[in-house]
C-alpha cells in the first residue's frame, strides 16, 4: 500500500469534499480518502498494483482542481 497527500488547489466547499471524497473513494485500489478542505490537502492510501497515482491525481484534476504531491514516510498511515 502507498500513503500520499496530495496539494490540492481550488477546494472551498463540502461539495468539493464530498464529489472528491466520492469519486476518488469508488476506484479500484483506492482504500482510503480524506479531504482537509482547510488545510488544501487529500491523503489517500492505494495499492499501486491496482490504481496509479496519476490515475488518481487525473481523477482530481479531471473535476477542476489543480493537484501537488508530497509523499508520506512510508511507515507513516493516513488513518
Known sequence: MENVIL??????CGHCIHSIEGNVGKMKGVYFVKVHLNEEKVEVSFDPKVVSLKGITDMIEG???DVELSKLPKNQ???
Open 7 to 12: 496539494a490540492v488547489k481550488g477546494m472551498s
Open 63 to 65: 473535476q477542476g482542481y
Open 77 to 79: 498511515s493516513c488513518h
